[in-house]
Nanobody, 113 residues
Framework: QVQLVESGGGLVQAGGSLRLLCTASGVIFSIKPMDWYRQAPGKQREWVARITTGGTTTYADFVKGRFTVSRDNAKKTVSLQLNSLKPEDTAVYYC???????WGQGTQVTVSS
C-alpha cells in the first residue's frame, strides 16, 4: 500500500520560512507526479503545487514566488520550501501522488502575525 508521511511543519512568525518533507513508500516514486495540498481551518482541502516526474513545477497563484517544490527520486521524497509565510498560509499540509492515492497525516503549519 502507498504510504505518505509529511513532516517539517511548525509555528513561525509572518515572513518566516519552513521546509516540509514528504516521504513515500509502496509506490514507484520516479514515475509519479507529486502534489502538495493544504487544508485551513473551516476550509476545504486545496491544491498548492505540483512537480512532474521530470521536475517541472506548477503552483497555485496564491503561493507563486513564495513556495518551491522539489523532489529526490533516489530518496523517494518531495519537499516544499515555504518562504515569506503569511497567516493565511496556516493549514495542515499534505502530499499525494498523481493520480491520487492514500492521504497521509499531514503536517501542521501555523503562521502567527
Amino acid at each position: 500500500q502507498v504510504q505518505l508521511v509529511e513532516s517539517g511543519g511548525g509555528l513561525v512568525q509572518a515572513g518566516g520560512s519552513l521546509r516540509l518533507l514528504c516521504t513515500a513508500s509502496g509506490v514507484i516514486f520516479s514515475i509519479k507526479p507529486m502534489d502538495w495540498y493544504r487544508q485551513a481551518p473551516g476550509k476545504q482541502r486545496e491544491w498548492v503545487a505540483r512537480i512532474t516526474t521530470g521536475g517541472t513545477t506548477t503552483y497555485a497563484d496564491f503561493v507563486k514566488g513564495r513556495f518551491t517544490v522539489s523532489r529526490d527520486n533516489a530518496k523517494k521524497t518531495v519537499s516544499l520550501q515555504l518562504n515569506s509565510l503569511k497567516p493565511e498560509d496556516t493549514a495542515v499540509y499534505y502530499c499525494n501522488t498523481v493520480p491520487q492515492t492514500a492521504w497521509g497525516q499531514g503536517t501542521q503549519v501555523t503562521v502567527s502575525s
